[in-house]
T-cell receptor, first 113, second 115 residues
Framework: GESVGLHLPTLSVQEGDNSIINCAYS??????FIWYKQESGKGPQFIID?????DKRQGQRVTVLLNKTVKHLSLQIAATQPGDSAVYFC????????????FGGGTRLMVKP | EAGVVQSPRYKIIEKKQPVAFWCNPI?????LYWYRQNLGQGPELLIR????????DSQLPKDRFSAERLKGVDSTLKIQPAELGDSAVYLC?????????????FGEGSRLTVL
């Protein structure tokens, strides 16, 4: 079936570098996407979202890019900090019918001091 | 404002025993979700409530899982009897009915270990 997936299960970066976490989706009907951060022992926390009528959206130190042509989503974290170490999930709303989110498998970001 | 509250945080039981999880959503949030998260995977939806009505329970294993949200606020998820494969983190989330974003607000989860 159609699902959201991630390219890399683990990403290791040096503190201060930029991080890029990728996500592929296959449901062309999806028009809303969210990135969540999940620290160990905690529930997922909202980072940033983007609708399909946008290509890019920026937050504080984070940027989400959406490429609808290749069904690709990425999360960029600028000046990565130790506190950014967590598992990151992309999620899609496959039919825009209410708040229904389908999550991908997650990428673990490890920040080296 | 308090976030989504779940209890217990941890539960260890033997297989075939029953277990129940409780969730108190953010005040005013009409929609409540139960997700299951297996180790190393993303959350998977079990059931979604709009107020007290279950509007999507297609992924809930109804032979052993049940859920209720009697007054449209707190919710309980029950497993009876538990199986080894039920070991996971059970996440509750809530969201307002009309929201600017599709953000779900998650609790910290209830980690279940079935021995």
């Amino acid at each position: 079936g159609e699902s959201v997936g991630l390219h890399l299960p683990t990403l290791s970066v040096q503190e201060g570098d930029n991080s890029i976490i990728n996500c592929a989706y296959s449901n062309s009907a999806s028009d809303y996407f969210i990135w969540y951060k999940q620290e160990s022992g905690k529930g997922p926390q909202f980072i940033i979202d983007i609708r399909s009528n946008m290509d890019k959206r920026q937050g504080q130190r984070v940027t989400v890019l959406l490429n609808k042509t290749v069904k690709h989503l990425s999360l960029q974290i600028a000046a990565t900090q130790p506190g950014d170490s967590a598992v990151y999930f992309c999620a899609e709303n496959p039919d825009n019918a209410g708040n229904m989110l389908t999550f991908g498998g997650g990428t673990r970001l490890m920040v080296k001091p | 404002e308090a976030g989504v509250v779940q209890s217990p945080r941890y539960k260890i039981i033997e297989k075939k025993q029953p277990v129940a999880f409780w969730c108190n959503p953010i005040s005013g949030h009409n929609t409540l979700y139960w997700y299951r998260q297996n180790l190393g995977q993303g959350p998977e939806l079990l059931i979604r409530y709009e107020n007290e009505e279950a509007v999507d329970d297609s992924q809930l294993p109804k032979d052993r899982f049940s859920a209720e949200r009697l007054k449209g606020v707190d919710s309980t998820l029950k497993i009876q009897p538990a199986e080894l494969g039920d070991s996971a983190v059970y996440l509750c989330a809530s969201s307002p009915w009309l929201a600017d974003t599709g953000e779900l607000f998650f609790g910290e989860g209830s980690r279940l270990t079935v021995l």
